[in-house]
């Protein structure tokens, strides 16, 4: 079950890149926008930025939010079953699958960032 979560989580972040790079020729009006609005190009980048983060980070907050109750959950089940032992193996997991979330996260949303600020900066050195 951990490995199809996982699996799942990295199946989303990749979705989530190819909507953010497939919206670059949309980008180009909004960019356009902002350079008839006087904004430089590192300002438009750091709109870029905060644009695709949010894009990242909403997807990311809601099972970073929900493996502690989850986590605390499984603790319980294990008490009531008698196995005092094994109740750290559910925080262990829940931290191991948050940290997997956010690395993984931050990876794809980093590569995500690069690719499509290249591509802009392409686009607006063709026109």
Known sequence: MLFVSMVSVALSLAILSVKTLSSVNEDRRTMGILRALGIDGSGRQKIVASETLVFFLLPMVIPLVLSLPISEVCAMVYRSW????????????????DLFIVVVSALYFFVTLRIKLTAIARRERKE
Do not use: L, P, R
Not at 82 to 97: K, Q
């Open 82 to 97: 008698g196995m005092d032992e094994s109740v750290w193996a559910a925080y262990v997991t829940a931290f191991s699958v």
